[in-house]
């Protein structure tokens, strides 16, 4: 509903150690995925290209950076960021994010649901060796794709 967005900008806060809630513990802090931004002004003076977003978001050195070339053949390090579609984008944050750490929360807001199945067969191939995922979702099409699914529901 119309306040899933806030809720989950809340559970991201917890999951990631910036709000702590009282008698509960998180063993790992976990990274977000975010969205792209770039300002309107950059956006038409220096748009941000593949290449930038990799070396000033990613971890170097990280095999998770050149994933996005393989996964999407058409993207090169001068592609600009801001040109790219819903799926591609949303890879690009993901490989990013997954660069630095294998603990992840990740939404899948601009996906289409074909891309949204194949960002969790990324975020599940990628977390195999001691990683984690939390999905951030409003509806449950993917719970069959989970390993665990938990319904979170406000209460007013």
């Known amino acids: 509903g119309p306040h899933f967005y806030d809720l ?3 559970l991201v806060q917890f999951f990631t150690g910036q709000k702590t809630v ?5 063993n790992h802090k976990m990274r977000f995925v975010p969205r792209f931004k770039e300002s309107r002004l950059k956006r038409i003076f220096s748009p941000t290209t593949v290449a930038e977003y990799l070396k000033t978001k990613g971890e170097s050195g990280s095999k998770e950076l050149k994933r996005i070339y393989k996964v999407v053949p058409y993207i090169k390090p001068k592609t600009i960021v801001h040109t790219l579609a ?6 690009l944050s993901l490989f990013t994010m997954l660069s630095k750490s294998n603990k992840i929360v990740f939404e899948l807001g601009g996906q289409d649901p074909l891309g949204a199945v194949q960002t969790l067969d990324f975020v599940y191939e990628s977390i195999q060796k001691g990683g984690a995922a939390i999905l951030l979702d409003f509806s449950e099409e993917l719970a069959a794709k989970c390993t665990k699914f938990i319904r979170v529901e406000m209460i007013d």
Do not use: R
């Open 22 to 26: 009282p008698n509960l513990e998180m």
């Open 86 to 91: 819903g799926n591609p984008i949303k890879w």
């Open 8 to 10: 989950a900008m809340e």
